[in-house]
């Protein structure tokens, strides 16, 4: 294991006990880590010098976070997106395929919950791998907010639809060719427009939700969980009836595939598109043009090192601007 000064965070008297708390409820926030960034980022502006019995909030990184952030070892992100997309779609068209299956045992409030609730478990397991797109339209946003490198976007795109065609399969296998491999479809009497229309509505709140969460003026950490997945539902629970409530080009896309079926697929295709570009314009006029340090790491994946304890500034042996002066004034 290294021993990482945790940028040499200094911190005197009772504000240890401050930071104790906050990294205490990073363990189910994953909220402390970036408050105490910035306050360092603020020490170093103003060339702050720690008190003389400051303490130190020192981490103890495992050598494999090391390996992780290597970024030869790009396979790790577009396998857990691959994998994080493929559970997304076996949760959204597995409650079609087993009311089919089951001749009417599933209800649509069961169906539009399930993908809800896996996309939050999904965030939470394995959010800071990739950042759990799992959509192309999400991997855009964040690419046209400059919170995602363009070179990584055809890999997590292939990664998405690589598990997006896998689940349907996977369900044909052991269920057989029931319920229409969960495609979405547009209802009857409802014209391609209508049907762009309400998908591009939804696909830019879902895109708003998840751009905002992600943001440092929100800073709300894993909970982004909650408020991504109960957005899923919600949209689900009033406009599924109508287009299936996709919001991802993707969860159509695979399903489709699989069928060889792409009757109304256009919906899907410009629908979420439209709606993840106004989702990005409308987050340029609420936080200007992008760039976010909190969401950029949080689009594209970090790992922080795990457990931390308190040492002393004459354990670290860390220099300090006075103790400096003090050593040059010596030799003078």
Same mark, same amino acid.
């Given at each position: ?15 240890? *006990? ?70 997304? @779609? ?23 919950? %399930?993908?809800? *609730? ?13 950042? %759990? ?8 946003? &964040? ?25 349907? *399969? ?79 080009? &993707? ?27 106004? %989702? ?5 006029? @609420? ?7 909190? %969401? ?6 970090? *790992? ?11 354990? @670290? ?16």
């Amino acid at each position: 294991m290294d021993v990482v000064d945790y940028r040499k965070r200094n911190y005197p008297g009772d504000k240890f *006990l401050e930071e104790v708390l906050c990294i205490s409820s990073a363990l189910v926030l994953g909220t402390c880590g970036w408050r105490v960034a910035m306050e360092e980022s603020k020490l170093l502006q103003t060339g702050s010098v720690p008190a003389k019995d400051a303490t130190s909030l020192v981490a103890i990184e495992p050598s494999w976070i090391k390996e992780f952030k290597d970024h030869s070892r790009e396979w790790r992100r577009l396998f857990s997106e691959m994998m994080g997309t493929y559970l997304l @779609l076996i949760a959204a068209i597995g409650p079609v395929m087993v009311d089919g299956y089951a001749r009417g045992a599933i209800g649509r409030a069961a169906a539009v919950t %399930a993908p809800g *609730l896996m996309v939050a478990a999904i965030i939470l397991f394995m959010g800071t791998v990739s950042g %759990a797109h799992l959509n192309p339209v999400v991997t855009l946003a &964040f690419a046209l907010r400059k919170e995602f490198p363009w070179r990584r976007v055809p890999g997590y795109l292939l990664a998405q639809i690589a598990g997006a065609t896998l689940a349907p *399969l996977t369900l044909w296998a052991i269920l057989g060719k029931t319920g229409s491999f969960g495609m979405t479809e547009v209802m009857a009497h409802t014209g391609v427009a209508q049907g762009i229309a309400l998908e591009t509505i939804l696909t830019f709140g879902l895109v708003s939700t998840i751009l905002g969460t992600a943001s440092g003026a929100q800073n709300v950490g894993a909970l982004s969980a909650f408020a991504v997945g109960g957005y899923i539902v919600l949209a689900g629970l009033w406009e599924s009836p109508v287009t299936g409530a996709s919001m991802n080009p &993707f969860r159509s896309l695979g399903p489709a595939i699989v069928a060889g079926n792409f009757r109304d697929i256009i919906v899907f295709l410009v629908g979420p598109t439209l709606g993840s570009l106004a %989702a990005v314009g409308s987050a340029w006029i @609420l936080r200007g043009p992008g760039g976010d340090l909190i %969401a950029s790491r949080a689009a594209q994946g970090s *790992l922080e090192p795990i457990l931390v304890r308190q040492v002393r500034n004459e354990d @670290l042996a860390v220099p300090t601007r006075k103790s400096d002066e003090k050593e040059d004034e010596g030799k003078r």
